[in-house]
């Protein structure tokens, strides 16, 4: 059951709702017939009746299959990988993302583009790869803190005058708790004092192992600033995803990752999303978290509208009725009726839920009380 109360429960496992309170009772939990279970009570009471029970979060990641989809696997194409860079601050992210950027991308139309787009996507021998451009650490923490997972592989760029830093080490951390391949590049190496063997060994030493040296991790040198190795980092990227066999089906409903998202004027609600699967298209009816609504303009990572975007693309999507949180997975539906369902359904259950923490007095406190 789905945000399940004590009578709905009771109705479907074929008991009275007075079985189920003083259950509950005899829990120490005081509940009405109205009130909605909690999972963990949900659990127990299953137990106790015998009967087996699947809890369903309406918030939980929706995988919506529509009735239109080709979901079997013969539909599955490859898609582009989805690059993180993370580092210690001054090592050289932003830098590095402008170089790639403007050595890659095509140039951008004349009459500017005041669209700022969070990510971008650049081609090497003719595959894409889409790097995510919002500020490293803070983005992968929050995304993760949700369970979504936007990033294929992680970039971790060091100094090579610098070496190993705080940060890298944290960032190191985050790539490996989230069981993201990564790829280390050694940044500025035009200086002259640069010293990548020095940045080799420190992060030998932490368990970092160069593929040169009898290692698993490829660590490629590269200068921001002049370009060097930038091709190579690009070669290293697209072999690695290669290993990784991402694939995706653009058959298929959408179903993206907000990375960043804002209020703007005339637009009103923009997210900035990368596509995880299927195809997004002007129109399409979308829920995402608690808000929803109907694709109006979606621009491409260059800002400029487009009819849809696919696998591993990154776009703005503007429709929504309000802004959502940067990690929210926004799912095309079939119809307005039931992202609206959907919607009204995630709202009511957090209302309840704040209700519920909000009243729900156990009998332990009750006893103080008295
Ligand atoms: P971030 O904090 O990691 O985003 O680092 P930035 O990209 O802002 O770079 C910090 C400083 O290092 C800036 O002054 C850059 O111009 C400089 N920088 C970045 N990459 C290179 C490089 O490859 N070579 C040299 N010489 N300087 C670089
Ligand atoms: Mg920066």
């Avoid at 079997?72 to 210690?88: A, F, Q, S």
């Avoid at 790539?175 to 993201?180: E, M």
């Avoid at 990154?314 to 929504?320: A, F, K, Q």
């Amino acid at each position: 059951p789905e945000d399940c109360r004590v009578y709905e429960f009771a109705e479907k496992v074929n008991r009275t709702t007075g079985e189920v309170i003083k259950i509950l009772f005899g829990l120490g939990k005081m509940v009405t017939k109205n009130d909605f279970l909690e999972k963990d009570e949900i659990e127990i009471l299953a137990d106790e009746f015998g009967v087996e029970v699947e809890t369903i979060n309406p918030l939980d990641e929706l995988d919506y299959v529509s009735i239109y989809d080709a979901v079997e696997d013969e539909y599955l194409e490859e898609r582009p990988p989805v690059i993180t860079i993370m580092g210690h601050v001054d090592h050289g992210k932003t830098s590095l993302l402008d170089k790639i950027r403007e050595s890659k991308v095509a140039e951008r139309e004349a009459g500017g583009i005041t669209q700022h787009v969070g990510a971008y996507q650049v081609e090497k021998d003719g595959k894409k790869i889409t790097f995510i451009d919002t500020p490293g650490h803070e983005a992968f923490t929050e995304m993760r803190a949700r369970g979504a997972q936007a990033t294929d592989i992680v970039i971790i760029v060091v100094a090579a005058d610098d070496g190993v830093k705080p940060q890298t080490v944290e960032a190191l951390n985050h790539a490996k708790a989230a069981d993201v391949p990564m790829i280390i590049a050694i940044n500025k190496i035009d200086k002259p004092d640069a010293n990548p063997d020095m940045v080799k060994s420190q992060l030998a030493e932490l368990g970092y192992m160069p593929v040169d040296w009898g290692g698993e991790y490829e660590f490629v040198e590269v200068s921001a600033k002049s370009g060097q190795g930038i091709d190579d980092l690009l070669e290293t990227i697209i072999l690695q995803a290669e290993i990784m066999e991402l694939k995706a089906n653009p058959n298929r409903r959408a179903k993206a990752i907000v990375i960043e998202s804002s209020l703007e004027k005339g637009r009103g609600p923009v997210a900035t999303v990368i596509l995880k699967n299927g195809t997004l298209r002007v129109g399409d009816n979308v829920i995402c978290g608690r808000t929803f609504g109907r694709v109006r303009t979606i621009l491409n990572d260059l800002g400029k509208q487009v009819k849809e975007l696919g696998p591993s693309d990154p776009g703005v999507v503007v429709g929504l009725g309000e802004v959502p949180d940067a990690g929210e997975i926004m799912v095309a539906m079939d119809s307005d009726k039931q992202v609206r369902e959907l919607a009204q359904k995630r709202a009511e259950y957090l209302r309840q839920k704040e209700l519920s923490k909000s009243t729900k007095v156990t009998l332990d406190e009750l006893g103080n009380l008295i």
